[in-house]
């Protein structure tokens, strides 16, 4: 007999960020990822307003990634009432504790919604009491007739595709889809026999340069910085991107592809997850593994120092030109990059390169727009630096990588609901479904339900 399920666009849906899915199935209500919506601000109003479900009747919480528009509003579902189970592939749980704490350090200031009690060491603690670890495909029976297995995404460290199986009907959750092939990590793996598809679209209107491109891109502008003695300062992501510039920056030193210069890795938090990576080296790919074999270390070569301290990132000013400065935060939204935008940005002899998405409303968007002039820490910093721009090394697929993903199971899917994106950007992948594949795609809005027959 045919079952009804129901699916919930609770966050998630027309933005990038704040993945948050209620998927209701034989009596159990699933969440799928919890994160906070990432602006301007961290503590975005939109981020405390109050779930629109009751976080005491939800039975499980699947986590796709460690990212926090994927995690950080699970202290808050704690907190309010969720004693459910917790799942996830290893290197996510490992890699959640550091990045809740960095979340956690940041939010606790907030007394405006009394965050310091939301994100309290109990509530994390709590979390992890709750929280059950499998490796990729290893079957989770949820109820005699649900099954649950994770695909790997290739997008972070243990990234994972939710796979929900109910009377032999697949139900997928992507999470974020990688940008195969990565530096470290396998290629997303390929499925052709869901039958509803829901899926992220951050680069669905756009794509990348290619893996031999994007090497030679960020050996030229480290060459023409060189050559001008200037800075070159790139703002990343503390997880997953920061570990794969590192790794190509290895290699370019290595093979003396690029000069030897200082190189600043200016990000506690990337710093401590660089260490969680060195636990988990069976994840990544097989080149990866290679390179590293006869490594004491993950990631050293010559000329590069990482500052813990912050003392020492402060005295990253003094240390002569030419040199490369790499800091948190990717989107310049907080952290330590921060702090050498407002010193470095106003001298033409300098280089920012940005290597990811810039979310709108953040410093790194107006810098990628081409703004002349912007606000650092309330002082007005001009823009007189080079800006440059590498797609190539973002962590999610581009538009044709999310394309042929779906052109895989064009056979059998019945249903695509695109989601994780600006509405542009999902709108565009919705019509190039519909228009080249003939599939039933939409872009939900956040709030809508749909009903699906398995």
């Not at 920061?242 to 890795?265: A, D, H, K, T």
């Not at 990253?316 to 907080?334: L, R």
């Not at 107006?366 to 007005?380: D, F, H, N, R, T």
Request: glycine fraction near 8%.
């Amino acid at each position: 007999m045919p079952s009804i399920a129901k699916i919930t666009f609770c966050a998630g849906a027309g933005s990038v960020t704040g993945a948050n899915f209620l998927f209701e199935i034989d009596n159990k209500k699933i969440l799928i990822d919890c994160g906070l919506t990432q602006g301007f601000e961290i503590a975005d109003d939109v981020n405390w307003m109050p779930f629109s479900y009751d976080p005491k009747t939800i039975d499980i919480l699947f986590i796709t990634h460690s990212h926090i528009d994927h995690i950080g509003k699970i202290p808050k579902l704690i907190d309010e009432g969720f004693k459910g189970v917790i799942y996830s592939t290893k290197p996510t749980r490992a890699l959640t504790l550091p990045m809740l704490e960095d979340t956690a350090g940041i939010l606790s200031k907030n007394k405006q919604f009394n965050l310091g009690k939301v994100y309290s060491e109990e509530n994390i603690s709590k979390a992890f009491t709750q929280w059950m670890t499998f490796d990729y495909h290893e079957k989770i029976q949820i109820t005699p007739n649900l099954e649950v297995s994770f695909k790997d995404a290739g997008h972070i460290l243990g990234s994972a595709m939710v796979e929900f199986i109910y009377n032999g009907k697949k139900v997928l959750f992507t999470g974020d889809l990688g940008n195969s092939p990565s530096p470290l990590l396998p290629n997303t793996e390929k499925i052709t026999d869901a039958d509803y598809l829901i899926m992220e679209s951050v680069y669905g209107d756009r794509n990348h340069e290619s893996r031999n491109d994007r090497r030679s891109l960020l050996e030229k502008v480290i060459e023409d910085n060189y050559k001008r003695k200037g800075t070159l300062i790139i703002p990343t992501f503390s997880l997953e991107r920061s570990q794969e510039l590192l790794f190509e920056l290895n290699e370019l030193v290595g093979n003396n592809r690029i000069p030897v210069m200082p190189i600043f890795f200016d990000s506690p938090l990337a710093i401590r997850l660089t260490e969680v990576f060195k636990q988990f080296r069976s994840y990544f790919n097989e080149e990866a593994q290679k390179a590293m074999s006869h490594e004491k270390y993950l990631f050293d070569f010559p000329g590069l120092h990482s500052t813990l301290k912050s003392e020492e990132s402060r005295l990253i000013n003094d240390a002569p030109n030419p040199k490369i400065v790499i800091a948190g935060s990717g989107m310049s939204s907080g952290g330590r990059i921060v702090h050498h935008e407002k010193h470095y940005l106003p001298d033409p002899n300098n280089t920012i390169l940005l290597t990811g998405y810039q979310s709108t409303g953040t410093l790194g968007r107006l810098i990628e727009e081409g703004v002349k002039k912007v606000k650092i820490s309330g002082e007005e910093v001009n823009v007189r630096a080079h800006v440059e721009k590498i797609l190539g090394y973002s962590g999610h697929k581009d538009g044709d990588g999310l394309f042929h993903f779906v052109e895989d199971m064009q056979d059998k899917v019945k249903k695509v609901f695109v989601v994780m994106g600006e509405p542009k950007s999902a709108m565009f992948l919705v019509q190039r479904l519909r228009d080249n594949l003939g599939i039933d795609a939409s872009a939900p809005e956040k709030g809508d339900s749909v009903v699906i027959t398995l």
